[in-house]
RNA sequence: AGGCACGUAGCUCAGGGGGAGAGCGCUACCCUGACACGGUAGAGGUCAUGAGUUCAAAUCUCAUCGUGCCUACCA
């Protein structure tokens, strides 16, 4: 006998921990089944499980469990990701609490440290994710500093750079000053920020006027090397000098034209700091201006700033500021808003810094990855995303992947002391190749993160080697993510992927939305709200958790997350629970005395007792077939169970193409909506009487045997979304064996549309009485009398075959099936399809609330007739429309005025009795 | 500056050319032998606004107003 209510922690860990020894996660490395395929959007080491992860997660669980009931090999490849900058941000936290930096330690022993804190602290992820109930091949799990992804990581340098696709240059990047490293441009975060604009009047050089040039950082002043403004200008043909000088510094400064400058902004004349700007870089270089770097690598001023040396930036700023203003150079100060670019990593003001770097070309790679998703090769979903894609494929720019940092794999270049000759290559070389000197040194910085990342779909199945596993495995089906990753981590896998495998790295791309807080902010840690997904596991339990995030991951919305929506999923597993309980009562004792493969006879013939099982899936090698559940013939049962079986079965066909779609939302209302609304709500309680019987009969046995096999199929329905519960029930149900996890996925063609539509009858009928229950405020514990008038032979019979039925559901203590015309005096009247419903009421209850109910009734009638009659007043309407709609239409109006005419009747009569 | 998404019941959201839906909340009644984490019934909406296309618009088009988000080197 079940718990009276579920209680998630008796139950998840144990079952975690089973599966994990049973080797379920585990994906074969040859199979003659189906590949589905994901790997894992692997979380920073330093990362501790947040929303979008369990979110990310849950919606990659849910597909993996789905495929494994439906046969296929799954490999859901796990891991994490070094997090080059977090992760030695992290690690020199620490370090700088017991008073030690990294460059006391020197560079060895520093990554020692790292290594040793990944040790310590970098599975608390890994961890996490088991609680969420993630069915990862943990035997496989990866990292990406690991010895063979370092090894991928390295080839595919080598190969890029001997491709040309790989150079070094001098170049204009995004350099944070407290990181102090370099950024690719992808890193910076733009934020809008209140600056000032400072007109500053650069003298000319004869002595004679001069220009105001308009700047947002006059800081940079110092490494101005020219003065442009646009060759179309009118203010500026007949210059009288060819010249500036630079105030605060001395320096003579060229006045070039330029198409670039924006005549209408400021004053149409622009300082140009080729060290310190992009844009003045570029112009820079078709002007052959020399460059001026002003600024260190720590954001302080250089020896090239003259007396601000040594000045912080910001300090820098002021005090030239306050010498322009001295010296009357300062014409005018502007508020001004401006994008300012800030550090991804730790939010600090970054600054366009000229400095050598390595980069990736990109626009080759980029034109293939375009090419695979415009021709289907790689699906995006939601289409939407597929925009986006383009766009920022199309206007792709280089890409920076050197850092300045230690954390990471270290570029694989070596720069010869005596020749200057670099070389690139697989294994280190002793001596350069060119001269031969052994004076060579390897180069210190080390790859972006997302460089190793990028390899991740092949690097994690053993590439460069020619692995089983990818074989199997590559491409994989799907990758899950979330669109903020969509630059940073999908497009360059595809670029990555399709450059090196010749094949691209996934057949669909899902992207899910972000998980927001209940008033749709985004989540963060400085705002506060921020909701620990382990607490909401702890307080609701993993299923209900998982549950609320599929509802809600509607395709194009955010997900809003509050407790009040897991609570309330937190009580649909409860209600699960309690339908398996009842469930279980009858069925236990029934399975001592009789199994419901006996009762079942010969149903491995019949038309719904067979599943099909894939004898030669590898999955079930083992011995772990199921035992059938086997369900009677048809033929040979009653009306709710012919009923629910077909609806179970539409139920299993919608929400598996659902999940193939990726609408997690639907599949789990589908689901919510069956177990509750159908299975619980009707199905059940139409079963008590017969189950709580003492009689032995065959309608027992055949309602039982259809009660288990329902129970059965919907568990395993829910299994993706609540892994948990439905192990556990599993395991309390007869005839089921081993893990849930190796059941298969109903497939059952059963189908009855007419036990359908007769049901749909039975239940208006019980809703109608007891909607005159509940209106005329009659107790459950009164019993009613109703008479039921049917013109419908066939309803007739059907009706009174399941009296009982009635009898029971609308709580009543007399059914009469009365001919036509004999109308009974006081009483209710309902009208469904084919019936006329008078719940008696003689003494029981004044008759003006029954007047008013069908006065009411008869208005919203009326309404919808005058609806439905002015569309077929209107002759464009009967020529035009499909004849379909039209004759539903006609349909629609003479159903609806026959039931007003029949609740008018009545009505009529009661106002004539006087009551 | 461009682009994208979204305005539907009190709240959170599905739906997406021919009957306005769900969950939560609310109201009334009910401890009926699975479940009060429950049951039954009910109230509640000019589907943001304005125009257009159509026999028919919540749904398609355009505009307007709001709200988010993304991309971007105008100093």
New binding site residues.
């Given amino acids: 006998m079940l718990d ?3 209680d998630p922690h008796a139950v998840e860990e144990r079952w975690y921990a089973f599966w994990e020894e049973q080797g379920l996660f585990e994906a074969k490395e040859t199979s003659l089944a189906p590949s589905y395929s994901i790997v894992i959007p692997p979380p920073n080491v330093t990362g501790v499980l947040h929303m979008g992860h369990a979110l990310n997660n849950t919606l990659q669980d849910i597909l993996c469990r789905y495929r494994r009931l439906r046969g296929d090999n799954v490999l859901w490849m796990p891991g994490t990701d070094h997090a080059g900058i977090a992760t030695q941000n992290v690690v020199e936290k620490k370090l700088a609490e017991q008073g030690m930096d990294r460059h006391r330690m020197g560079r060895e022993k520093f990554i020692e440290a790292v290594w040793e804190w990944r040790e310590k602290y970098g599975g608390a992820i890994i961890h996490q994710l088991k609680r969420l109930g993630a069915s990862c091949d943990w035997k496989r799990e990866r990292f990406t500093m690991d010895e063979g992804l370092s090894r991928a990581v390295r080839k595919v340098f080598v190969t890029l750079y001997h491709e040309g696709l790989i150079y070094r240059g001098d170049y204009i990047i995004n350099w944070c000053p407290r990181c102090r490293t370099a950024l690719a ?2 890193e910076v ?2 934020e ?1 920020h209140d600056g000032h604009l400072y007109h500053i009047r650069y003298p000319a050089e004869t002595g004679q006027g001069g220009l105001v ?5 006059p800081e940079t002043m110092l490494g101005d090397t020219a003065v442009a403004v646009n060759p179309e200008d009118e203010r500026y043909q007949n210059l009288s000098f060819e010249a500036v000088v630079l105030p605060l510094v001395g320096r003579v400064l060229p006045v070039i034209k330029e198409n ?7 004053t ?4 140009i700091t080729p060290a310190h ?3 003045d870089f570029e112009i820079g270089l078709r002007h052959h201006l020399p460059s001026v770097k002003v600024l260190a690598d720590d954001g302080t001023m250089n020896s090239e700033a003259g007396r601000f040396a040594g000045m912080e930036r910001f300090a820098c700023r002021k005090a030239v500021v306050e010498a322009l203003k001295k010296e009357g150079f300062l014409e005018k100060v502007e508020p001004y808003q ?2 300012i670019g800030h550090c991804y990593r730790c939010q600090t003001l970054v600054e366009p810094n000229l400095s050598r770097q390595w980069f990736v070309r990109t626009k080759p790679l980029a034109e293939k990855a375009i090419e695979a998703v415009a021709s289907g090769k790689t699906r995006i979903i939601p289409e ?1 995303w597929t ?2 894609y383009y ?2 494929m199309h ?1 792709i720019r280089d890409w920076c992947i050197s850092r300045q940092i230690w954390w990471g794999h270290q570029i694989p270049a070596w720069t010869c002391a005596a020749c200057d000759t670099v070389t690139v290559a697989m294994d280190s070389p002793d001596a350069c190749p060119a001269c031969g000197s052994s004076q060579i040194v390897q180069e210190t910085d080390v790859l972006d993160t997302w460089f190793s990342s990028a390899l991740w779909p092949f690097s994690t199945m053993g590439w460069p080697e020619e692995t089983p596993l990818l074989k199997t495995f590559y491409p994989t089906s799907v990758l899950v993510t979330g669109f ?1 990753i969509l ?1 940073f981590w999908v497009a360059r896998m595809m670029m990555m992927g399709i450059h090196f495998m010749k094949d691209v790295p996934f057949h669909d791309v899902y992207v899910h939305a972000l998980v927001r807080d ?3 902010k ?1 989540m963060s840690k400085s705002s506060g709200n921020v909701i620990d997904p382990i607490e909401i596991i702890d307080r609701y339990g993993t299923d209900a958790f998982r549950f609320t995030l599929a509802a ?1 991951a ?5 997900v ?1 997350m509050s407790e ?2 897991v609570e ?1 999923y ?2 649909f ?3 699960l629970w ?2 398996a ?2 469930c279980l ?1 009858h069925l236990e004792p029934q399975q001592r005395a009789h199994s419901p493969q006996q009762a079942a006879g010969n149903a491995s013939e019949s038309k719904i007792g067979k599943i099909p099982h894939g004898g030669d899936s590898p999955l079930l090698v083992q011995g772990e077939l199921q035992k059938e559940s086997a369900v009677p013939d048809p033929e040979a049962l009653d009306l709710y169970d012919r009923w629910i079986l077909s609806r179970k079965n539409t139920v299993a066909k919608e929400m598996a193409e659902a999940l193939e779609a990726y ?1 997690f ?2 599949a789990a ?1 589908i689901l919510y ?1 069956f177990v ?2 159908e299975f ?2 009707w199905y ?2 139409i079963v ?1 009487p017969i189950l ?1 019987g003492k009689a032995h009969d065959n309608k027992k046995e055949n309602t039982l045997a259809v009660l288990g096999r329902v129970l059965k199929d919907l568990l395993i329905l829910l299994h993706p979304f609540a892994p948990f519960i439905s192990e556990e029930v599993w395991h309390k149900l007869p005839g089921t064996e081993h893990s849930i996890m190796t059941a298969r996925f109903p497939e059952d063609a059963f189908s009855d549309p007419v036990s359908e539509r007769r049901m749909t009858r039975l239940m208006e009928i019980v ?1 109608g009485i ?2 005159v ?3 005329m ?1 009659l ?3 009164v019993p009613l009398d109703v008479a039921i008038l049917v013109q419908d032979a066939d309803l007739k019979d059907f009706l009174i075959e399941h009296e009982e039925i009635l009898i029971h559901l609308a709580k009543l203590k007399g059914l009469s099936l009365p001919a036509d015309g004999a109308k009974p005096k006081k009483a209710a009247t309902t009208v469904v399809d084919g019936a006329t419903i008078y719940t008696l009421l003689e003494g029981v209850v004044d008759f003006s609330k029954e007047e008013k109910r069908l006065e ?1 009734e008869i208005g919203k009638l009326a309404d ?1 007739l005058t ?1 439905v009659s002015s ?1 077929l007043n ?1 002759e ?2 009967l020529r ?3 004849s379909d ?1 039209v004759k ?2 006609e349909e ?1 109006r003479e159903l609806l005025a026959l039931r007003r005419t029949k609740l008018e009747t009545n009505l009529k009569r009661l106002q004539e009795m006087g009551h």
């Avoid at 040039?213 to 950082?217: E, K, L, P, Q, S």
């Avoid at 149409?268 to 300082?271: I, P, R």
């Avoid at 509607?554 to 955010?558: I, K, S, V």
């Fill in positions: 009276k209510s579920y441009d992808l975060e733009h809008t040039i308009a700047t947002t950082r670039y400058v924006d005549q209408s902004f400021g149409g004349a622009l300082k700007d992009p844009n401006h994008a939407a925009r986006t766009d920022w206007n903020d630059f209940e008033a749709g985004k809600f509607a395709q194009g919305r955010d809003k009040k929506r309330g937190r009580h597993m409860n209600k309690n339908a309980r009842f009562m609408r939302n639907d209302g909506q509750w609304h619980c709500d059940i309680e008590k709580y809703s007891r909607n229950r509940g209106e405020g107790p459950p514990s009411k919808e609806a569309k209107n464009d309407f035009k429309a499909p709609v539903k239409a629609k």
